[in-house]
């Protein structure tokens, strides 16, 4: 195992009603800035249960944070935080608005262009605090400290982070996620199953903790997954298993000491800015055709991957990694994922728009296997 430093202070708050709790977690005399989305909260009672938890206390509302959040709305939040000498934000909704307020948060007290934060990576060295409240399961977002946005001029989906991001707390209440649409449910499974993958399936470093925790929360969304579609009335148990399974997924725990990759991230998120696939969606596309390429190099953690999640024990170790690829596309496409680039009409065009970014960047994950010549590879592929 590789020496690693673990920190994470973020308190977690979950169950039902717990965000009538708030008040305990927020400084009494807080100017907050609570933010949201396209308005989902107004519609499922959830911002009606914040503000009634907060009601003494001295809130100003920004909403309109879009999904992939673009860096022109969130600038605007920038300017009120600064006008009104806010000193606590508040997102309330997906990871979308998590990450946002991450942003607004840093860039806040940030001096020079806070597009730098994401584009250079500049380093930020204060940040207004913040709690969330968690109303989709998938991101993680609500138990680490880093976020990606979108600048919507120049199509540049980036990411960014730092541990003063971290939110002081999350309200994580199964409860919120009833109103959620099919889609979203779907997105929150394959987006939490590829976090565990781009930290799980790389290379073997003796790390028995971590390959058993990522393996159980595999297991966990292969069983909860498909019984959160099929419900014909939903059950708590089954949305509060999948919230918490998306949380672990990302909150740094199963990435400790192992080798980490990123590459289907990233590849994925040059589709979303390009195309507005949804996150999620993207990953489904990209990773068959990343562990397809890497079948030879990452062979012994595919094999272990088959066995252990897939149960596949018969055949050459051919063509057992070739099974447990199709076994995890084929489980996309079961939570009701097109898979194929063709599915989303994306053609060569952007194969070649893709890799002149990855080749302007130098590099794709965090793992030299996957270069950027592989990128166009990985995609025709997946036409
Ligand atoms: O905007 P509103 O009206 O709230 O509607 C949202 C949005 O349209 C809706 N929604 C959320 N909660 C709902 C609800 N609708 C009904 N009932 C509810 N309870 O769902 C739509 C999608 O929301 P969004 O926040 O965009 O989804 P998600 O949580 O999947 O977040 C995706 C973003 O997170 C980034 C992605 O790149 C993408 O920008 N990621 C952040 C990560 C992180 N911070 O660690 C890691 C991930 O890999 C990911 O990259
Ligand atoms: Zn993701």
Redesign the pocket.
């Known amino acids: 195992m590789e020496n690693f430093d673990f920190y994470n202070p973020v308190k977690i708050l979950f169950g039902k009603g717990k965000i009538a709790e708030l008040g305990k977690h927020i400084p009494k005399d807080a100017k907050i800035l609570m933010t ?6 107004k519609k ?1 009672g ?1 911002y009606d249960q914040v503000m009634d938890a907060l009601k003494d206390y001295n809130i100003i509302e920004f909403g309109g ?5 673009h860096f022109e709305t969130l600038m605007k939040a920038v300017e009120i935080v600064r006008n009104e000498d806010i000193d606590f934000l508040l997102p309330v ?7 946002g307020t991450k942003f607004i948060a840093g860039a806040a007290y940030f001096e020079g262009d806070e597009w730098d934060i994401l584009a250079k990576r500049a380093p930020i060295s204060k940040a207004v605090d913040f709690g969330a409240v968690l ?2 399961a ?4 609500e138990m ?1 400290s ?3 946005i ?1 600048k919507a001029v120049t199509k540049e ?1 980036l ?1 960014f982070g730092n541990p003063l991001l971290f939110p002081k707390f999350s309200v994580l209440d199964p409860e ?2 009833y ?3 099919m889609r ?1 449910i779907t ?2 499974i394959v ?1 939490a199953y590829v ?1 565990v993958m781009e930290q799980y399936l790389t290379y073997d470093v003796n790390s028995p903790v971590q390959d058993r925790f990522a393996e159980g929360l595999l297991l966990t969304l292969i069983e909860e997954g498909p019984k959160a579609l099929a419900a014909e009335t939903i059950d708590y148990e089954n949305r509060a298993n999948l919230m918490w399974a998306a949380t672990m997924a ?1 909150n740094g725990l199963i990435g400790m000491g192992v080798k980490s990759d990123w590459a289907t ?1 990233m590849i994925g ?1 040059e589709l ?1 800015a390009f195309h507005g696939i949804d ?2 969606v993207t990953l489904a596309i990209v990773l068959p055709g990343l562990l397809t390429q890497l079948k030879e190099q990452r062979g012994e953690k595919l094999l272990q991957y088959a066995e252990r999640v897939w149960n596949i024990t018969e055949g050459t170790d051919e063509e057992r990694k070739v099974l447990a690829i199709q076994k995890t596309e084929e489980f996309f496409q079961s939570v009701g994922v097109a898979t194929r680039l063709g599915d989303h009409n994306v053609g060569k065009d952007t194969i070649d728009t893709i890799t002149k970014r990855f080749e302007g960047r130098g590099y794709v994950g965090m793992l030299p296997d996957v270069g950027v010549k592989d990128v166009a590879e990985i995609l025709e592929a997946r036409l």
């Open positions: 949201y989305g396209g308005g989902s909260i499922n959830v944070i879009e999904p992939n959040p909704g997906g990871g979308s608005v998590v990450d109303t989709l998938a991101t993680g977002s680490n880093g976020g990606v979108t989906k990411a919120t996620t109103s959620l649409p979203q997105n929150g987006d976090h990302l991230h998120h979303t996150h999620a």
